[in-house]
């Protein structure tokens, strides 16, 4: 073969080698693209899983899964009667530390807080924790309303599993019993007269 058409033959061969490396390096992202693994092809994420679209971060957890906390409590009140108000706190069995917070309406007052809990009357709320473990807990005070008390009142509560904030749920608004006289309509006395006898 004639050397100078071997030469020629080999400058061609290596200048479609270099195009070809060259069409890969500036390949459009949109070429790229297709070979990279998209989030969206996988399987619909269940309830309470991470939310990130990057399954191997562990992205932001919802703060639901840390715990949750519930609390207990009658539903109306009386002024100057005592009641007790219950929080049950189930942290989640990751969890490492956590502590509870509720404030009550102001004026009044608590006692008989359980668990080592602490009473800060200048700023109308009770504190538990921190807990180092996620062994669940529940948690008591008992609330006593002024002699002035009325209308309806709320209870507010959060608790804090390894930082992140849960609202305690369940009963939060406490409503002034009514008020019944003698001689109202449904009350005991209503079925007696004046003279004391009871009514034929």
Do not use: C
Not at 74 to 80: D, N, R
Not at 159 to 167: I, K, L, Q, R, Y
Request: hydrophobic residues 35%.
């Amino acid at each position: 073969m004639n050397p100078h058409r071997k030469d020629l033959i080999t400058a061609a061969i290596d200048a479609a080698v270099v195009v070809f490396v060259l069409s890969l390096v500036l390949a459009p992202a949109s070429v790229l693209a297709q070979t990279r693994w998209h989030p969206q092809t996988l399987p619909a994420q269940e309830p309470g899983s991470s939310t990130s679209s990057d399954p191997w971060s562990p992205g932001s957890s919802d703060p639901g899964d840390s715990g949750i906390a519930v609390r207990q409590a009658p539903t109306t009140y009386v002024p100057t009667v005592p009641l007790v108000v219950t929080l049950t706190v189930t942290p989640d069995g990751n969890v490492q530390t956590w502590a509870v917070e509720e404030t009550v309406p102001t004026g009044w007052r608590v006692s008989a807080v359980s668990a080592d809990g602490h009473w800060d009357e200048k700023a109308g709320v009770v504190r538990w924790g921190p807990f180092f473990d996620e062994t669940p807990q529940t948690l008591r005070y008992t609330l006593t309303p002024p002699a002035g008390a009325s209308g309806p009142q709320e209870l507010r509560g959060t608790a804090s599993f390894d930082g992140a904030d849960v609202t305690v749920t369940g009963i939060r608004t406490l409503q002034r019993a009514p008020i019944t006289k003698p001689g109202d309509p449904g009350s005991p006395a209503a079925a007696v007269t004046e003279d004391g006898r009871g009514r034929r």
